[in-house]
């Protein structure tokens, strides 16, 4: 039996449109936002989704909505921030312009991509391949038991651990993936 894993990022949300550090800031979709969700909705209309994951931010819970309007056989969502978007500490509500004029192009890019370099007070990227790790470890089992295909609306550092472990990428190129608004990725679990 095939079991398959629905996983896209949230749509545009005004701190993505305005580039400022949006980390567990609530920022809410805007207009184009909503229409990525809706063109994710659309593209995942035809396919059988039992079971979805969000996290409690309002782009993730919003953009799941969009999704889930087509699909009354999901019986469940589950809120869980182990797949949340990373945490960017002091920098979350910083535009990236201003911090790049203050700090410079060298260390904007370290904190923004760089594996294992945490802003102060927040994440690094190998944080949250960990708790992103412990999440697939967990989702695989529960789908073996249940037997459901899953829907995720992520955030876009959450899904680059993901696609590392479902795509076999390497760590430099995870940090370069850049993440869709208005796309998802399919993976296939064999149970």
């Known amino acids: 039996m095939k079991l398959k894993i629905y996983i896209f990022r949230h749509g545009q949300t005004f701190y993505n449109k305005n580039k400022i550090f949006t980390g567990w800031k609530d920022s809410k979709l805007t207009e184009k936002g909503y229409e990525n969700a809706n063109t994710i909705a659309k593209k995942l209309k035809g396919k059988k989704i039992d079971l979805a994951f969000c996290s409690h931010l309002s782009r993730s819970k919003e953009t799941l909505k969009a999704v889930l309007k087509y699909h009354p056989e999901c019986k469940k969502t589950i809120v869980d921030d182990r797949m949340i978007e990373r945490n960017y ?31 102060p007070n927040g994440e690094s990227t190998k944080i949250v391949e960990k708790r992103v790790d412990a999440f697939i470890k967990d ?23 993901f696609r590392k472990y ?3 990428l390497t760590i430099d190129e995870m940090t370069k993936i850049e993440n869709p608004w208005d796309d998802y990725f399919e993976y296939e679990i064999d149970v």
Not at 93 to 100: I, M, P
Not at 152 to 159: D, K, T, V
Request: glycine residues 8%; positive net charge.
């Open 139 to 161: 989702l695989l089992k529960l789908m073996k038991k249940e037997k459901v295909n899953v829907a995720i609306s992520a955030h876009g550092n959450s899904m680059r651990p």
């Open 166 to 168: 479902f795509e076999h």
């Open 89 to 119: 500490g002091d920098l979350q509500g910083q535009s990236h312009a201003a911090f790049k004029k203050k700090y410079g192009e060298e260390l904007f890019n370290k904190y923004h991509r760089a594996y294992d370099f945490p802003p």
